[in-house]
Antibody
Framework: EVQLVESGGGLIQPGGSLRLSCAAS????????MSWVRQAPGKGLEWVSV???????YYADSVKGRFTISRDNSKNTLSLQMNSLRAEDTAVYYC?????????????WGQGTLVTVSS | EIVLTQSPATLSLSPGERATLSCRAS??????LAWYQQKPGQAPRLLIF???NRATGIPARFSGSGSGTDFTLTISSLEPEDFAVYYC?????????FGQGTKVEIK
């Protein structure tokens, strides 16, 4: 059974750093297109970052230069290192697996982890 | 960045009625459009990918159509569990973008 479990969220001051993790089971992270998608409270969905199976990475302009997506093949996990956090980064962060053969569509999502950036 | 505009913002319907949701792209995205359902406190669930393909386990009452810039999600007969927020999403260009959502509520 495919499962994604995020962790690492919490309350952080503006300018601070946080690292989110997504533990995967039932499939191999490194063989799939994986993404982080966020949702600000009461708002819609925003694609944050993606890592392809080949290792290429892309970022939304709103996080470029501040966030880094990576994966740990030995632990089968996906991570998001978030630096220089801003109030507007406050959101639930979901990790999501790309639908096989249809990069950009997501067939499995984690339950999300809440990041709150506030002083 | 491709902008997706969903309409209406809210759809008030009764169980058993037909729901028609619209998503318009700011430029052609071919058929690279997906639909997701999200219930409060839950992650989104993929319903339709590439405009008209139902995802695994999605009931046949959900159908998608369209290409280019205009897309439609149809729920043929609303079940109680279908009342939720629906998002469209394009994968034609990075960054992939989502629409702002349509809330289907019980009338």
């Amino acid at each position: 059974e495919v499962q994604l479990v995020e962790s690492g969220g919490g309350l952080i001051q503006p300018g601070g750093s946080l690292r989110l993790s997504c533990a995967a089971s039932g499939f191999t992270v490194s063989s799939n297109y994986m993404s982080w998608v966020r949702q600000a409270p009461g708002k819609g969905l925003e694609w944050v970052s993606v890592i392809y199976s080949g290792g290429s990475t892309y970022y939304a302009d709103s996080v470029k230069g501040r966030f880094t997506i990576s994966r740990d093949n030995s632990k089968n996990t996906l991570s998001l290192q978030m630096n220089s956090l801003r109030a507007e980064d406050t959101a639930v962060y979901y990790c999501a697996r790309g639908l096989n053969g249809y990069n950009g569509n997501f067939d499995y999502w984690g339950q999300g982890t809440l990041v709150t950036v506030s002083s | 960045e491709i902008v997706l505009t969903q309409s209406p913002a809210t759809l008030s319907l009764s169980p058993g009625e037909r729901a028609t949701l619209s998503c318009r792209a700011s430029q052609s995205i071919s058929s690279y459009l997906a639909w997701y359902q999200q219930k409060p406190g839950q992650a989104p669930r993929l319903l339709i990918f590439d405009a008209s393909n139902r995802a695994t386990g999605i009931p046949a009452r959900f159908s998608g159509s369209g290409s280019g810039t205009d897309f439609t999600l149809t729920i043929s007969s609303l079940e109680p569990e279908d009342f939720a927020v629906y998002y469209c999403q394009q994968r034609s260009n990075w960054p992939g973008t989502f629409g702002q959502g349509t809330k289907v509520e019980i009338k």
